[in-house]
């Protein structure tokens, strides 16, 4: 894949005025986070000390509120903003017979644009996170930033299939606001569906295989984190990725341009 | 004289619709050649088939020997493309997609953006090359659409209708520029157009579409002569109407 390519997205994405507003929903979430840790609803404090058994259960809420409540929605919206109209953008700006006439694979086209999606995105959840970084210690009572680090980065990864699920379904369905509102009812639901291992022990194996689950899963280990509980979410989402992505290759190379 | 580009029978259809019909043909390196024909005569077709944007249904085509469906990145990589219509990516500045399709030919960030630069200059840009695309004039985008086709520094270019769209001045710079492209740096263009006049001034070599279907190619003024025709127009006509 062309780094200079990449480059050249990743610029023309932080420049897009979708990527503003983005950053403006970033900020929302990290000023709101505490916020709604002041007030919690009463069956979310509730069941993040059952499920999660940390001997802070405070943090473990904070944590539970900027995992899900937090980035998790973020991470849904923000892959269908950065991602949900790739090459289909510039095929119905009349871009393509123009881009696709040079020396470039479909697929590589494909992999650059969805490349620069997921390093835009990650600046934005990433940026959350330092920010949140900074301000949190002086607003969380018992604020860990190892914890809270590890946690964020391993939703990361998770989140990051917000960016590849919008990037594929683009290019399944031709019509490009057809495509962001799949994108994003099924992205609603990964989240929305993403403790159901929690709710019935007996369906966690089965809940690993969603994106959104592996962060929150973390929490339940919160006390004595180790390589493996890092290493094992990241292993999964990396091959869940790489399903995705090599679906949205193959449909890639049958658009006309 | 070597062959730029040969089609032997390309074919493309849509279902029943036959697009392009056995079409066979040879530009010679180094000249403009006319493509003509009204619009949907399989012109835009035949310029996609040889740049890998559809696959032909039959026949087989080449372009400075390289097989266009085989060795599709190949053929790509030694052609410059304008196509009859297209769009601008609005907020990016010019020299950015400049350098951005200098990319697509791996270049490195510093030659394309320097290539990109030249370009503009050439084309009196220079001073709007950080402006973003958006606020461009038809003439002016028409400007960046050719210097895109011209950043991998191409052997063969294909220009598709290049000339609508721009005032007379704007015409008659383009037009001279293709012609010095060709005979200065031997590039082989196949400039397809229905405008005839642009046809009579720059090119030696013409092939007429119809119905997807070619109907004459040779030389312009031996064409002429064979139909006793004055003009380009009289030339077209009595082709087209030949054929219907």
């Known amino acids: ?257 | 004289m070597t062959a730029a580009i040969e089609l032997d029978n390309l074919t493309k259809t849509y279902g029943d619709l036959i697009a392009v019909d056995r079409v066979s043909l040879r530009v010679a390196e180094g000249q403009v050649f006319g493509f003509m024909g009204h619009n949907g005569a399989g012109k835009t077709t035949t310029i996609r088939m040889l740049l890998g944007l559809t696959r032909p249904t039959g026949g087989s085509a080449r372009v400075l020997g390289r097989d266009v469906v085989a060795d599709s990145l190949a053929v790509r990589g030694l052609c410059g493309f304008l196509p009859a219509s297209y769009g601008l990516p609005r907020d990016m500045p010019a020299l950015d997609f400049l350098a951005y399709v200098g990319a697509m030919f791996g270049l490195s960030r510093a030659e394309a953006t320097a290539r990109g630069r030249g370009l503009l200059e050439l084309f009196d840009l220079g001073a709007v090359a950080g402006k973003a695309l958006g606020g461009f004039s038809t003439g002016m985008a028409q400007k960046v659409g050719l210097a895109q086709a011209l950043i991998g520094r191409p052997r063969v270019l294909f220009l598709d209708e290049p000339t609508s769209g721009l005032d007379p001045l704007g015409r008659h710079h383009f037009l001279t520029h293709i012609r010095g492209l060709a005979r200065e740096q031997g590039v082989t263009v196949l400039f397809s157009t229905h405008i005839l006049g642009d046809v009579e001034s720059i090119c030696e070599q013409v092939a007429i579409m119809h119905h997807g279907r070619l109907i004459a190619c040779g030389g312009l003024q031996a064409l002429k002569a064979e139909h006793r025709a004055a003009t380009m127009d009289d030339l077209y006509l009595d082709l087209v109407q030949g054929a219907a």
């Open chain 1, 1 to 257: 894949m062309s780094a200079a390519m990449v480059g050249h997205e990743v610029r023309a994405l932080l420049r897009a005025r979708r990527t503003r507003l983005a950053i403006g929903i970033v900020l929302y979430a990290v000023v709101g986070a505490p916020f709604l840790l002041a007030k919690p609803p009463p069956h979310v404090a509730a069941a993040a000390t059952e499920w999660f058994h940390a001997s802070d259960p405070a943090f473990a809420l904070f944590l539970f509120i900027w995992t899900d409540l937090a980035l998790n929605k973020l991470a849904a919206v923000l892959g269908v903003v950065l991602a949900g109209g790739i090459v289909r953008e510039e095929q119905s700006r009349g871009l393509l017979p123009l881009l696709w006439a040079k020396p470039i694979t479909r697929a590589r086209y494909f992999l650059v644009k969805l490349a620069a999606a997921a390093i835009v995105f990650s600046m934005l959840l990433g940026g959350a996170a330092l920010i949140g970084l900074v301000l949190f210690p002086w607003q969380i009572a018992g604020f860990r930033p190892v914890p809270f680090l590890i946690v964020s980065g391993v939703h990361l990864f998770g989140a990051l299939f917000a960016v590849v699920l919008s990037a594929t379904v683009a290019i399944l369905v031709p019509r490009r606001l057809t495509a962001m509102l799949i994108s994003l009812m099924l992205l609603m639901l990964l989240v929305g569906s993403a403790f159901i291992g929690f709710y019935n022990p007996a369906w966690a194996d089965y809940a690993a295989i969603n994106p959104f689950y592996h962060a929150v899963w973390l929490l339940g280990h919160i006390d004595g984190l180790t390589v493996a509980h890092v290493l094992r979410p990241i292993a999964i989402l990396l091959g869940v990725h790489t399903v995705f992505i090599a679906i949205g290759v193959a449909a890639v190379r049958r658009i006309e341009p």
